[in-house]
């Protein structure tokens, strides 16, 4: 069996050999850390402007290389997306009936059945194989693992996704073959939704053109997966940007910063939280004094989709004007609203203008005051105080739900030290922004 080493140096000139390339001074590193990363090798520099990696887009894969070509199917594509070797596609129906999100994951474990016999062969065997799937994200965590996010949003948005998945498997199932049955499993769909959730990128950032093109579907409907352009790995101060060239069908992610020697090359997967990061990604930043990512997610709406993160507002661990909370300070409307009362300021925005609306209409009456009166106190005394209320028994309760499902014995993995840690922060961000609700005395009014 072909070495971590040796499987990623074949990577590397596959993609070489379809016209994409590696700067010359980076290298595919390998450790216990961080399994795989872009460093700058030894007497290297990576200068401002440098191209990191270009990938052609017919070494991509995604629910595009199912219809590419489709006899059956009628869409239109990018010329450069590959179509499957020797014809072997998926029935009309299934494509017409089933996401594209979801075809795409079926894509993966169709070409990672095929073996050596698949185009992205190269690319597959590189990825995180089916057998060590528990150790990935969240929602394949063993039970014994994911008991120890229990009482947390991360908790309740695994159960969902997991519910979410097998309902999307089982409605797939109904459109392919009987001799599909015993091949496509469920942990094999599981598997695939890890990897497209770890590594795919939005298409939207990659295909040019969109509009000329006759796809079935919203053009970020489904997600593309990039070999060896997923191998960088996340830092939000990363400074990086796209280029697609639409003559060559090349992507390419260049750096906007210098790099020397020994250095990891980061990418920028956006603003996200620990939560975010858990569940889509299997990790999560440490706090620190220059920077933390520990923001805890409320949701304002009844019929809010608990996996989705997106829809929520979030709670600080640090007032949201601190330097160091960079991701939540992007989640606000607008930069002055870090300027707002002390017991504000661990609040999103957002979430005190959903309550605001909430408190109003409930009363029979109009929302009216700009949300910059209402985060500096220019609202009356009683509602400010239903405000304030409202979010103290929020918090109460999502501490008290933790507090009520806190393991009764030591983490012995490190996935269980991973949701552990998790856990200690959520409790911290709820003690400190209740610590922040209590300063409504004189020093923190308007």
């Not at 049955?181 to 959730?197: D, K, N, S, V």
């Not at 959903?354 to 929302?367: A, D, F, K, M, Q």
Request: aromatic content about 10%; some cysteine.
């Amino acid at each position: 069996m072909a070495s971590v080493v040796e499987r990623q140096q074949a990577l590397l000139q596959w993609v070489e050999a379809a016209g994409g390339r590696l700067h010359p001074s980076v290298e595919v590193y390998h450790d216990e850390v961080t399994k795989g990363s872009f460093r700058v090798k030894e007497g290297g520099v990576l200068g401002p402007d440098e191209d990191i990696v270009s990938l052609p887009l017919n070494c991509s894969l995604s629910f595009l290389n199912a219809v590419a070509g489709h006899p059956s199917f009628q869409s239109s594509t990018p010329s450069a997306i590959r179509a499957p070797r020797d014809g072997a596609y998926f029935p009309v129906e299934f494509l017409e009936n089933v996401p594209p999100h979801v075809v795409g994951r079926f894509f993966l474990v169709h070409e990672y059945l095929r073996r050596e016999s698949s185009h992205w062969w190269p690319y597959i065997r590189t990825l995180p194989q089916p057998e060590h799937m528990t150790a990935m994200l969240p929602i394949v965590w063993p039970k014994d693992v994911v008991e120890f996010l229990r009482g947390t949003n991360a908790f309740v948005a695994v159960e969902e996704i997991r519910s979410t998945l097998k309902k999307e498997y089982k409605q797939a199932m109904k459109f392919l073959p009987e001799r599909f049955q015993y091949e496509y499993t469920r942990p094999l769909y599981h598997w695939a939704y890890c990897i497209f959730t770890s590594r795919s990128f939005r298409p939207s950032l990659i295909l040019r053109d969109v509009e000329s093109l006759s796809l079935p579907c919203k053009v970020d409907d489904f997600a593309i997966l990039l070999p060896l352009f997923d191998i960088g790995n996340h830092s939000p101060h990363a400074n990086t940007t796209w280029v697609t060239d639409d003559g060559s069908h090349l992507c390419t992610l260049r750096s906007s910063e210098s790099y020397s020697a020994g250095q990891q090359v980061y990418n920028n997967y956006g603003m996200k939280t620990n939560a975010e990061l858990l569940l889509g990604y299997g990790f999560i930043f440490p706090e620190g004094a220059d920077f933390h990512n520990d923001y805890v997610h409320i949701k304002t709406k009844a019929n809010a989709t608990a996996g989705d993160l997106s829809t929520s507002h979030i709670v600080s661990l640090r007032p949201l004007s601190h330097p160091s909370s960079l991701v939540g300070r992007s989640r606000l409307l607008s930069p002055d609203h870090v300027s707002c009362l002390p017991f504000f300021s661990h609040f999103q925005d957002s979430l005190i203008a959903s309550l605001y609306e909430s408190i109003v209409r409930r009363r029979g009456e109009t929302p009216d005051v700009p949300l910059t009166n209402i985060l500096r106190g220019r609202i009356s005394r009683e509602l400010l105080e239903e405000i304030v209320d409202a979010l103290g028994t929020k918090l109460t309760l999502d501490l008290e739900e933790i507090e009520l499902h806190d393991p009764p014995y030591e983490a012995t993995n490190q996935n269980q030290e991973l949701a552990l840690l998790y856990r200690v922060q959520c409790k911290k961000v709820l003690d400190q922004a209740l610590s922040s609700l209590s300063n409504t005395g004189p020093g923190g009014e308007a």
